[in-house]
């Protein structure tokens, strides 16, 4: 079992940049396929970015790719998620999460792990 906890969210102006950061608790971080995503106010929460166990497959939605990367540290049982060019459709609470599995193109996140969330909120 794992226990994470979010940080690193806040206000940013439309252009601005922010990292989160997912802590991990216990000895298996490292044997877990992570990923974050979001739940904007009044819609479901949707998938953001994935990274697997060794970091080198790494998969994004498209409305983020090429401006967020995710990332993470094994050693310090942490894993990231620049986010640069931030836009107001952007706002929302942010979750990590540990254990996710890839069905095709969609994530299953039934037997996952998750941190509390943290909230970002871009202005215009």
């Known amino acids: 079992q794992v226990q994470l906890v979010d940080s690193g969210g806040g206000l940013a102006q439309a252009g601005g940049s922010l990292r989160l950061s997912c802590a991990a608790s216990g000895r298996t971080f490292s044997s877990y396929v992570m990923g974050w995503f979001r739940q904007a106010p009044g819609k479901e929460r949707e998938f953001v970015a994935a990274i697997s166990v060794n970091g080198g497959n790494i998969f994004y939605s498209d409305s983020v790719k090429g401006r967020f990367t995710i990332s993470r540290d094994n050693a310090k049982n942490t894993m990231y998620l620049q986010m640069n060019s931030l836009k107001p459709e952007d706002t929302a609470v942010y979750y990590c999460?540990?254990?996710?599995?890839?069905?095709?193109?969609?994530?299953?996140?039934?037997?996952?792990?998750w941190g509390q969330g943290t909230q970002v909120t871009v202005s215009s």
């Open positions: 999460a540990a254990k996710i599995i890839r069905y095709g193109s969609t994530w299953s996140t039934s037997g996952a792990y």
